[in-house]
């Protein structure tokens, strides 16, 4: 049997991005978790108001979420793009997805 | 970005109004000036304000053209993202330690398309927001941002690489390192700005954990037009409020939380930000509860008249509790002053507390300047030399020295530059030939 060559991932040099990664102990788990969660927390979102335009209250009954937290992933989705007022109901504002209100 | 010269004429820390302000009064008489400031943009806590009292004049529209003076002028070197260590007296100067912070970017190949802070997929509460808006773990520091340079948040970043991958210019720099610069400067300005005292110091307030109670810098963003919610909303429901409260000398005047001085610009604050709520959201309910109004600048009082003519309700009372009831409402317990002392409770669904002012910057182990005992800078020559420390050389300006309005701090942000001029002058350490010229 010839010998083996090695040309996994551990034999090249790392990139600057895995050094600074190892220098700075990797991504937390409490980093992981609250990645896992916004994920979590979009998806439920975007599925709510795909049904049509919400307040921070309705999606907060539709998605078992705290209100307050509704609307700050709320607010960082109209900042990046993906939410945009679509009028108000009473005093609350109602939200949509873009494209969609 | 240049690197950091070995010899300056004079060393500006802070890049907020009263920085800029210091560098340029130096900087337009011919005094070279390194500007540091820690953040990753210059603007201080100004560029983040809605308007300014009394005039409403929008607060960014005056700050980003002093903001863009700084950072193009010739005599002047900002270096944004950095902190200055240490600063020794070494003959007729000083030696300064700076250390720059790594921005994982590289300033001179970054354009500031934003393309990385898109792509990114980490949420984080933004500090320019006061937490109630997102930035993204690589961001621009806000839109009126100087430099408007992305900068990488390491601790929330997740090391996916799709910034990499989508920058134009392959200018994200992974392995930048902090460095440490020293160079040598004639004169010092800490112009370093404030603070505003922390809500835990008042449990009978909410200590900072009710939602609706929100401090006064967090309105400012709240009210501005590129704020976090794009027009005022409470943060635990995004509800429109319609009764909004203003709790005044709420971490000012108060032995109990150390802070026993006036700290002169919320009286000013609370009024325009009632007056500015009352022209946002139709038939809004504000009450302004105080212990007395201090409008004594110019043209302030004034304004005071005008807010109560506008509608703001202006009651004389002391605040004893905050509590929350239900929906996240809440009920201010308030002593009448004005009723004969009555207590009464009265419910909002917001309340803003007039927070004070405290130094944002210590001093002690950086530079041997005293400080008085309220945290300020000491000024021993207060009354002819308002910008002098204990320390020869080093100067001080602004809030730093105390709290004052952003037109106080300008003008003593002139005084200290030409207090620092006159000992460049003095020392010999860089006489500019035309004032040496004119002196002769």
């Known amino acids: ?101 | 970005m240049p690197e950091i010269r070995k010899r300056y004429d004079a060393l500006v820390i802070g890049g907020g109004i009263t920085g800029m302000q210091a560098a340029l009064d130096l900087g337009e008489q011919g005094y070279d000036v390194l500007l540091v400031e820690k953040y990753a943009s210059i603007g201080g806590i100004m560029v983040g304000l809605n308007k300014v009292f009394p005039t409403l004049d929008c607060s960014s529209c005056i700050c980003t053209p002093r903001m863009a003076e700084s950072s193009h002028h010739s005599h002047i070197q900002v270096q944004t993202w950095a902190e200055v260590l240490k600063v020794d007296p070494e003959g007729d100067g000083f030696v300064a330690t700076i250390e720059k912070k790594p921005r994982y970017v590289d300033e001179d190949m970054c354009i500031g398309c934003s393309k990385c802070e898109l792509e990114c997929p980490v949420d984080v509460p933004h500090e320019f927001d006061q937490g109630l808006g997102a930035r993204r773990a690589i961001y621009i520091p806000h839109g009126n941002a100087i430099p408007q340079k992305a900068v990488l948040d390491a601790e929330h970043c997740i090391f996916c690489g799709k910034c990499e991958k989508v920058c134009p210019t392959e200018c994200i720099v992974f392995d930048q390192v902090a460095e440490q610069v020293e160079t040598r400067v004639g004169a010092v300005i800490i112009a370093t700005g404030l603070d505003i005292t922390p809500m835990a110091r008042k449990p009978e307030y909410g200590g900072g954990r009710l939602l609706n109670v929100m401090n006064p810098l967090a309105m400012e963003r709240v009210q501005s037009s590129n704020g976090p919610y794009g027009r005022v909303l409470r943060p635990s429901d995004g509800k429109i409020p319609r009764k909004i409260a203003y709790v005044q000398c709420a971490g000012s005047r108060d032995r109990s939380i150390g802070v026993p001085y006036c700290s002169r610009v919320c009286c000013m604050y609370s009024l325009k930000q009632a007056l500015l709520l009352r022209h946002y959201i139709h038939g809004v309910e504000v009450t302004l509860y105080h212990m007395d109004i201090r409008a004594f600048g110019k043209g302030y009082e004034q304004f005071y008249q005008r807010t109560m003519k506008e509608g703001v309700r202006v009651i004389k009372g002391k605040v004893a509790t905050i509590k929350e009831v239900d929906n996240n409402d809440l009920v201010v317990r308030v002593e009448m002053l004005d009723e004969g002392g009555r207590v009464e409770e009265r419910r909002h669904d917001l309340v803003v507390l007039a927070q004070g002012l405290v130094p944002a910057w210590h001093a002690h182990g950086v530079v041997a300047c005293d400080e008085a005992s309220d945290g300020f800078m000491a000024t021993p020559e207060g009354k002819i030399n308002p910008s002098f420390t204990t320390l020869s050389g080093v100067f001080v300006a602004g809030v730093a020295a105390g709290p004052k309005d952003i037109p106080d701090a300008i003008v003593e942000a002139g005084e200290a530059a030409m207090a620092a001029a006159g000992r460049l002058q003095r020392t010999g350490w860089h006489k500019v030939p035309a004032v040496a010229a004119a002196a002769n």
């Open chain 1, 1 to 101: 049997m010839g010998e083996k060559t090695t040309t996994g991932k551990a034999d090249r040099p790392k990139r600057p991005i895995e050094i600074l990664r190892d220098r700075l102990g990797g991504v937390s788990k409490e980093l992981q978790a609250s990645v896992k969660e916004q994920g979590r927390i979009r998806k439920l979102l975007r599925g709510a108001l795909a049904g049509g335009p919400r307040t921070v209250p309705e999606l907060g009954a539709e998605c078992e979420l705290p209100t307050t937290t509704v609307l700050w992933h709320l607010m960082a989705m109209r900042r990046y793009g993906q939410v945009v007022e679509a009028g108000e109901a009473g005093d609350y504002v109602r939200y949509a997805l873009k494209g969609s209100e």
